[in-house]
């Protein structure tokens, strides 16, 4: 399995509501991320976790909160997002851990709209 | 100055043109060189990885850095209409925690 999957793949959210974003890959990388990509931008980093420990955070407001409760799995918990927030939000992987410093592997990303 | 600089673009080329695409930075450090395509809507597509210096070829890719200058490139040979993307440039270092995309640029190849 040589890919990053994300679920779902378009989200739709009102303001107050939570939700959260999935992210999964069995390549045996230790590095997961969160990127946030607007269009006609390139991708902003969000979060790393490097061994499942968040190991990067790019003043992020609180509003998304990262977990990663294995080393295959990564989510982003949405709460009380702004119109702003919407984005199209890409999780990618990297082999050894050594975090920036080496190729990612991006999913297809999941299309979010807040109202 | 940004650490990466690429011109956005559009690219517009007809099919079986050769295509240059081309990043600049500033920071000398940097020692990973990247390239990625990223279709409409979708996430971005590892193309080419190059450490350090020197040419990489891959099928109709070829990927060159150039460290003296501060320069790297992509060329896509025989262009295809389904090489219609966004090229995006990304580099690190050996140091620090920080990745830096280019701004992308925008290639349409005309049948």
């Known amino acids: 399995d040589t890919e990053v999957t994300q679920t779902p793949k378009h989200l739709v959210m009102g303001m107050t509501n939570k939700k959260s974003l999935k992210c999964e890959q069995h390549m045996g990388h230790r590095a997961m991320y969160w990127y946030k990509q607007k269009a006609k931008k390139p991708p902003e980093l969000m979060f790393v976790?490097?061994?499942?420990?968040?190991?990067i955070n790019e003043s992020v407001p609180s509003r998304f909160s990262p977990e990663c409760p294995n080393s295959s799995l990564l989510n982003l918990h949405l709460h009380a997002l702004q119109p702003e927030d919407s984005a199209l939000y890409l999780c990618a992987s990297s082999p050894a851990g050594t975090v920036l410093k080496e190729t990612q592997y991006f999913g297809p990303g999941t299309r979010l709209l807040v109202l | 100055q940004k650490e990466v600089e690429q011109d956005p673009g559009p690219l517009s080329v007809p099919e079986g043109a050769i295509v240059s695409l081309n990043c600049t930075y500033s920071?000398?450090?940097?020692?990973?060189f990247m390239w990625y395509r990223q279709y409409s809507r979708k996430g971005p597509e590892l193309l080419m990885y190059?450490?350090?210096?020197g040419n990489k070829e891959d099928g109709r890719f070829t990927a060159q850095v150039d460290k003296s200058s501060k320069y790297i490139s992509l060329f896509i040979r025989d262009s295809q209409p389904s090489d219609s993307a966004t090229y995006l440039c990304?580099?690190?270092?050996?140091?620090?925690?920080?990745?830096?995309f280019g701004t992308g640029t925008s290639l349409t190849v005309i049948p």
């Open positions: 920071n000398s450090a940097f020692q990973y």
């Open positions: 976790y490097s061994y499942e420990k968040l190991s």
């Open positions: 190059t450490y350090s210096s």
């Open positions: 990304a580099m690190s270092a050996n140091t620090g925690n920080q990745f830096y």
